[in-house]
């Protein structure tokens, strides 16, 4: 795996993560990401759209066009309450994978 390539499955949960925030279009999600990530993460707009549009079809998201300030229009996306429930099933699932690699990276390191 390369610097700021995500683990496969990861990237809805992050979107997930980052629109819990608040309403975000996507160049906003992809640069938070970047952000909190400190530059380890990047996410390509042939993945960020794909995902969000997955999202949209779980109706775990929906979307609106805004104008913005600067008079351009974008798409800005917001959780469900659905949305918010699969949130906490990734969260869970996450903390089970990575408990699961330390209990097999300790044991590694022991024999």
Do not use: C
Request: hydrophobic share 40%; aromatic share 6%; proline share 4%.
């Amino acid at each position: 795996m390369r610097r700021g390539e995500l683990l496969p499955g990861t990237l809805e949960m992050l979107i997930l993560k980052t629109l819990s925030i608040e309403p975000m279009h996507g160049y906003a999600i992809a640069q938070h990401i970047q952000k909190v990530s400190k530059d380890v993460l990047t996410v390509e707009e042939g993945s960020l759209y794909p995902a969000l549009q997955r999202l949209l079809l779980k109706r775990w998201t929906r979307a609106k066009w805004i104008t913005t300030p600067s008079n351009r229009r974008v798409r800005v996306y917001e959780l469900t309450k659905a949305g918010h429930q699969q949130l906490g099933v990734e969260e869970t699932r996450l903390s089970e994978i990575f408990a699961a690699i330390r209990r097999v990276m300790q044991v590694s390191q022991r024999a």
